[in-house]
């Protein structure tokens, strides 16, 4: 999944590159349902789940008793995670880059793992934290 922002000005709207602090594409998953995502294995896209263009400031939402499994990186740099509800969730498997990461419910839990052959591949000397 890739999140931009839109190009309305033809008359056919076209994707392209969000500007600084602009609001793009976003999710929003509700009720009781399940999304299984899982990244490709190969190509220039290997191991990305969830992509959002790096300046896009939408939130990707999942509310309810409903559930995300991801398998792969997740990637919403200047954006929102917001997973809330009251239900368990399913592991991630990812490696997690937001700008915000929101959860609430009763009882939640945000669970998550990282299995390093399944997302992106990044190398050992590029890793490192920062504010």
Do not use: H
């Not at 990244?39 to 263009?53: K, R």
Request: proline share 5%; net charge positive; glycine share 12%.
């Amino acid at each position: 999944m890739y999140f931009t922002c839109q190009d309305s000005s033809t008359s056919t709207p076209k994707a392209r590159a969000c500007n600084a602090n602009e609001a793009g594409g976003d999710l929003l998953m509700t009720g009781q349902s399940v999304l299984n995502i899982t990244a490709p294995t190969t190509g220039p896209t290997a191991g990305l789940a969830i992509v959002s263009d790096r300046n896009n400031t939408a939130t990707l939402g999942w509310r309810g008793n409903g559930a995300m499994q991801s398998t792969g990186t997740i990637y919403v740099k200047s954006g929102t995670l917001n997973y809330r509800g009251n239900g368990a969730g399913l592991p991630l498997d990812s490696l997690i880059v937001v700008g915000n990461l929101d959860f609430s419910g009763n009882p939640s839990q945000f669970k998550t793992t990282y299995t390093q052959s399944k997302n992106v591949q990044l190398p050992a000397g590029a890793l490192y934290l920062s504010k």
